[in-house]
């Protein structure tokens, strides 16, 4: 009977906080400069993967890699529809 009677409090508790109105929910409209500045607020300043400078064009890629002697990452990506029979 105890463990019923801390289900059903657990139950009531959990009702009346989910029944209390969101925060979020009561803000006004913002404008796109107060979104964009809450979105820049949630981003990480410095992300590694920001600093490095893509290449689109392999030949050019390598280049870079063999200059700074680091190693090249390729991303392949083949976008074909799903009824393509060639593979």
Do not use: H, Y
């Given at each position: 009977?105890?463990?019923?009677?801390?289900?059903?409090?657990?139950?009531?508790?959990?009702?009346?906080?989910?029944?209390?109105?969101?925060?979020?929910?009561?803000?006004?409209?913002?404008?796109?400069?107060?979104?964009?500045a809450?979105?820049?607020?949630?981003?990480v300043?410095?992300?590694?993967?920001?600093?490095?400078?893509?290449?689109?064009?392999?030949?050019?890629?390598?280049?870079?890699?063999?200059?700074?002697?680091?190693?090249?990452?390729?991303?392949?990506?083949?976008?074909?529809?799903?009824?393509?029979?060639?593979?």
């Open positions: 009977m105890r463990n019923l009677t801390g289900v059903v409090c657990s139950l009531l508790f959990a009702g009346l906080a989910w029944a209390q109105p969101s925060p979020v929910a009561e803000k006004k409209p913002a404008t796109p400069e107060a979104l964009k809450e979105i820049e607020a949630l981003k300043a410095k992300v590694a993967w920001r600093e490095i400078a893509w290449k689109s064009c392999l030949l050019e890629g390598l280049k870079v890699s063999r200059e700074k002697r680091k190693p090249a990452l390729l991303w392949v990506f083949i976008d074909r529809p799903i009824d393509d029979a060639r593979c």
